[in-house]
Structure formats: structure tokens, C-alpha cells
């Protein structure tokens, strides 16, 4: 199985995949295959629970195809606790900026055709 | 290495044109050709850059156009890299000429997309996202600008208003620009209450989708000395690449490849940032144009708001930053502007900028990305 397809797996269980350079430690999202840092081809793979903080986002109003009856959702970007990676999903029911300031605890609760979902603690 | 210049510049306006996507490319390089004082014959290649044609029913339009000016003989390819489509052709046209390979090119950018519609536009667009990570969960265009900008408001303390000054300065100067697509005089409170797209961005954060072709002519100094006409030189070319999507940057904030090809640049035309006297860069939604003026090092990050709410960054203030209107005003046919940015420095650098003249103006520069900036060039370029 493909990194790609490891991550939207886990995904499913609420769970993100992390890809370490077995080399020099520095930490990936799934679809790298070469270390940024140091070049190595060598990654080992693990899972860890998909919770962390909103590190930015937006809301949505004019959607691409596919997102019309979702629309208004957010688009946001989590830093992942525990790693340095961040993550990209989507998070249905926001309306306002109120909804979800900067730093708000979210999770990671599935994968489907909207991509990676994620939800505020 | 040859010293390379460019030689001539034409441009179709911006907006929304009712001829096609090969028209208007060849319109664009006959105006350019025309402006060097040359004729087809002269040229010994031709570099395209275009993202949609496929929406014009039209890819492969090197050789159409090359056709077109009956030139058919000679090389040409299409080049696409987004946004930044224009800026990289321009950018392997000139190591060509500066390696020698041509002594005369033409380098022509193109888009027609507004017959298609709000939807397939904004789907498209997307499809220039990582879209693995961004594009699949619902990213628009928009929608990454605006998380940038939600980055930089919360992380600098910056406002809304702050960003819509970009827009209202960017509106004046294509007030001033025949050939811009938006001609409109607009306030803050216009900004402010115009309809969100992907909060914190508004319509008039954003610039509008775009047709238009430019086309410049690039040639080794000893050919545009030859032919008697008004040159500028490309001082300074400078790439660079940055993690393609948002989340695997360090600093949400900062575009990677603008430092990059901005420092390659500076470096090559041996000058600093202060010393350019009007800049056209990639001002595709508000927040963009304030990250762009501090990536590019004329004002330090965090500041650029300051700078603008200043008027620093006013036609014929401390630096002229998109003269033209810029995206924003002027038009966004992105497979063009790469092309269109050195069009506008060309008319400035030769006196052929009207009213929108950048006064005493030596050294012009352009920034130009594909993408949230993905991908990059800079260039330079200096009055002989």
C-alpha cells in the first residue's frame, strides 16, 4: 500500500500518518518520498492519533464543483500535536470567523470525497 | 553569457474579449513585433506560455501562432506553470538567448477563460492546488489566499482594512492603465462591503479572472542595437520553488520561492531592494501584494501593511508597486501576466507609460508565481 493510500486509511480511524527520514529524523506528510533535509529514500511510517490545533483556516462562500451543498464550510490547515507536520481538511459547520479562532483543538474524524475531514474538539 | 534586452512590447487589454484564444496571442505578438521594428522573419523562436487553451479548444498553440506569422519553420513550445506561467517561459527564453542559442525571440502569453463560467474557472484553478491536500478538501484558490491572510492578520495584529487599501491603491493606478480590465475607482468601504468569497478575502480582495495575451520581443544586445530601436536589459533572473502546499511551509506567511528567486535575482543584476524604482508584482488577492512587498525585501515581514496604509507603495512614492493595476486592477489572464508584468516595465523603462508614468525610473523589477507561489521568477530589468 501506498503512503497515500496508508494515510487516508488511517485517516478513517482518526488517526494521521507520519513519515520519518530514518537518516536524520525530520518528519513528513505521505506524500514525500525523498527527506527534504537530508535526501534519504529511507522513511518508516507510523500513526499517531489526528489531534492538534488550528493553525489557519477559511470559510468557504464561492465553492469549487462537488462543494455546493456543503458550502459554507472551512477549509483549515492543523498543526498535528506531537509532530511538526500540519495537515489540510475540511470542516463542515462553520459560519463565522467566530466559529473558529486561530488555535481552536480539532480532530481528525474520516477521509471521503471531501478530503480529509476534520472536526473542533 | 549574452547581454540580453527587450526589444519591443505588445499587449491585447485585459477582460473579458470575444476573440479567440489565438487571436488575440497573435494580435499581442504582432504588436510586439511592431514595437521592436522588426518583422516575423527575424524571430527564430517562439515560447508560449498558457495554462487553459483546452477551454479555447485550442493546446499546441506554438505552432498555430508561429503559423500565423508565417513563420512555421521555426521551434516554439507551450510552457505552463499557473499563475506564474508567463514569468518562467519568459525565464527559459532568456537563458536561451543569454546561452546563444537564439539571438531573437518572441515570447507571447495567453489566456481565455471568462466564457466559461464562475464554477469551471474556480474549479480549475484548483486543480493548480497540491490537490491531494488542498484541492480535495474544498480549497479554492480563494480559499488558500484566505488562510494565508487569516495567518497574517491573527500573527501581525493587522486588519481587513488593511488589506483593502491594496485594493484601492491597485484601482487608482489601473484608473490610469487603458488596457486594464477593472477601470473603477473604489474605497475601503467598497472592499469592506463587497460579497465574501473565502473570509477574510472579499470580491475586491480578488482579482478578477481574465483574457488577455501580451508578448514582448527578447534579443541579444548586439541584435537590438542593430535595429535602432528603444531596448531595456534583463539585469537580473532569479527561480525558485517552495513546498506546494501551504502546510509544509515553515512560516505559513512567507512565500519561499519569492526569497529565492528575489535573492538570485538581486544578486545577479548586483543591486538591492531598495533600489528598484517600480515593481509589478503578484497582487492575485490582497493579502498577496502585502506578503510579496516583504518576501521581495521592501519591507520587513510584518510591515508591509504599515507601508501601504503609508502610501509608500503609491505610484511615484517611496516604490511603485504595480503601476499597471496589477492583477487586481489591470486583469489576471493568468497564462499572460507573467508577460504582461514585462510589458508594463518595458512602456515604463522607454517612456511609454502615460499617465501612469513612474517618474525618473532606472530599475524595474518583476515577481510573478504560480500557485500560492509554488513555483517563481524574478526578474530585473534597467534602462540603457
Same mark, same amino acid.
Given at each position: 500500500m501506498s503512503a497515500k493510500s496508508e494515510f487516508m486509511e488511517a485517516a478513517k480511524n482518526g488517526h494521521i500518518l507520519v513519515r520519518t527520514c530514518a537518516e536524520c529524523g525530520v518528519e513528513h506528510s505521505s506524500t514525500a518520498r525523498f527527506c527534504m533535509k537530508c535526501g534519504s529514500a529511507e522513511m518508516s511510517n507510523r500513526t499517531i492519533p489526528g489531534r492538534g490545533r488550528i493553525a489557519t483556516y477559511t470559510i468557504i462562500t464561492v465553492p469549487p464543483a462537488g462543494f455546493e451543498e456543503y458550502t459554507p464550510y472551512a477549509f483549515v490547515v492543523m498543526s498535528v500535536?506531537?509532530?511538526?507536520?500540519?495537515?489540510?481538511?475540511?470542516?463542515?459547520?462553520?459560519?463565522?470567523?467566530?466559529d473558529l479562532p486561530v488555535g481552536t483543538g480539532a480532530r481528525v474524524t474520516g477521509y471521503d470525497g471531501r478530503g480529509l475531514l476534520i472536526e473542533k474538539l | 553569457m549574452e547581454s540580453v534586452c527587450v526589444l &519591443?512590447?505588445?499587449?491585447?487589454?485585459?477582460?473579458? /474579449?470575444?476573440?479567440?484564444?489565438? %487571436? @488575440?496571442?497573435?494580435?499581442?505578438?504582432?504588436?510586439?513585433?511592431?514595437?521592436?521594428?522588426?518583422?516575423?522573419?527575424?524571430?527564430?523562436?517562439?515560447?508560449?506560455?498558457?495554462?487553459?487553451? @483546452?477551454? %479555447?479548444?485550442?493546446? *499546441?498553440?506554438?505552432?498555430?501562432?508561429? #503559423?500565423? /506569422?508565417?513563420?512555421?519553420?521555426?521551434?516554439?513550445?507551450?510552457?505552463? #506553470?499557473?499563475? +506564474?506561467?508567463?514569468?518562467?517561459?519568459?525565464?527559459?527564453?532568456?537563458?536561451?538567448?543569454?546561452? &546563444? !542559442?537564439?539571438?531573437?525571440?518572441?515570447?507571447?502569453?495567453?489566456?481565455?477563460?471568462?466564457?466559461?463560467?464562475?464554477?469551471?474557472? $474556480?474549479?480549475? !484553478?484548483?486543480?493548480?492546488?497540491?490537490?491531494? *491536500?488542498?484541492?480535495?478538501?474544498?480549497?479554492?484558490?480563494?480559499?488558500?489566499?484566505?488562510?494565508?491572510?487569516?495567518?497574517?492578520?491573527t500573527e501581525f495584529g493587522a486588519t481587513e482594512e488593511d488589506l483593502a487599501r491594496v485594493a484601492v491603491k491597485n484601482h487608482e493606478n489601473g484608473m490610469l492603465n487603458p488596457k486594464a480590465h477593472l477601470r473603477k475607482r473604489i474605497t475601503v468601504d467598497d472592499v469592506m462591503n463587497s460579497a465574501v468569497?473565502?473570509?477574510? /478575502?472579499?470580491?475586491? %480582495?480578488?482579482?478578477?479572472?481574465?483574457? +488577455?495575451?501580451?508578448?514582448?520581443?527578447?534579443?541579444?544586445?548586439? !541584435?537590438?542595437k542593430k535595429t535602432g530601436g528603444d531596448y531595456i536589459?534583463?539585469? +537580473?533572473?532569479?527561480?525558485?520553488?517552495?513546498?506546494?502546499?501551504?502546510?509544509?511551509?515553515? *512560516? @505559513?506567511?512567507?512565500?519561499?520561492?519569492?526569497?529565492?528567486?528575489?535573492?538570485?535575482?538581486?544578486?545577479?543584476?548586483?543591486?538591492?531592494?531598495?533600489?528598484?524604482?517600480?515593481a509589478e508584482v503578484h497582487d492575485c488577492f490582497t493579502i498577496a501584494e502585502v506578503v510579496d512587498t516583504e518576501d521581495l525585501g521592501f519591507f520587513r515581514k510584518g510591515e508591509g501593511v504599515e507601508a501601504v496604509r503609508e502610501g509608500r507603495t503609491a505610484l511615484n512614492s517611496e516604490i511603485s508597486v504595480n503601476p #499597471? +493595476?496589477? /492583477?487586481? #486592477?489591470?486583469? *489576471?489572464?493568468?497564462?499572460? $501576466?507573467g508577460v504582461g508584468q514585462v510589458v508594463e516595465v518595458y512602456d515604463q523603462l522607454t517612456g511609454q507609460a502615460g499617465d501612469r508614468t513612474v517618474k525618473d525610473a532606472r530599475i524595474g523589477l518583476t515577481h510573478n508565481f504560480g500557485a500560492t507561489g509554488a513555483s517563481c521568477a524574478v526578474h530585473i530589468f534597467e534602462s540603457v
Open positions: 500535536d506531537g509532530t511538526s507536520l500540519r495537515v489540510s481538511g475540511f470542516m463542515g459547520g462553520i459560519a463565522t470567523p467566530d | &519591443g512590447a505588445g499587449s491585447t487589454r485585459y477582460g473579458k /474579449l470575444e476573440d479567440s484564444i489565438v %487571436d @488575440i496571442t497573435v494580435q499581442a505578438s504582432v504588436d510586439a513585433i511592431r514595437s521592436a521594428g522588426i518583422s516575423p522573419q527575424d524571430v527564430k523562436a517562439g515560447y508560449i506560455s498558457n495554462v487553459f487553451g @483546452i477551454a %479555447d479548444k485550442q493546446v *499546441h498553440l506554438g505552432p498555430v501562432i508561429m #503559423s500565423s /506569422l508565417g513563420i512555421s519553420d521555426r521551434p516554439s513550445l507551450s510552457i505552463e #506553470s499557473a499563475c +506564474g506561467s508567463g514569468s518562467v517561459s519568459f525565464r527559459e527564453a532568456y537563458a536561451n538567448v543569454a546561452a &546563444g !542559442f537564439y539571438d531573437c525571440l518572441l515570447v507571447a502569453g495567453t489566456e481565455k477563460v471568462t466564457h466559461t463560467g464562475t464554477e469551471w474557472t $474556480t474549479t480549475y !484553478f484548483a486543480y493548480c492546488s497540491d490537490f491531494f *491536500h488542498e484541492g480535495s478538501a474544498g480549497a479554492s484558490f480563494p480559499g488558500l489566499f484566505a488562510s494565508m491572510a487569516r495567518a497574517y492578520l468569497v473565502a473570509s477574510p /478575502l472579499k470580491l475586491y %480582495d480578488c482579482c478578477p479572472f481574465s483574457d +488577455g495575451a501580451s508578448a514582448v520581443i527578447l534579443c541579444t544586445e548586439e !541584435f537590438a536589459r534583463v539585469t +537580473g533572473s532569479g527561480r525558485g520553488g517552495s513546498p506546494a502546499a501551504l502546510q509544509g511551509r515553515e *512560516h @505559513i506567511t512567507t512565500i519561499p520561492s519569492t526569497r529565492l528567486a528575489a535573492d538570485a535575482a538581486y544578486k545577479m543584476a548586483g543591486i538591492k531592494p531598495k533600489d528598484v524604482d517600480l #499597471s +493595476g496589477g /492583477l487586481k #486592477s489591470k486583469g *489576471h489572464p493568468i497564462g499572460a $501576466t
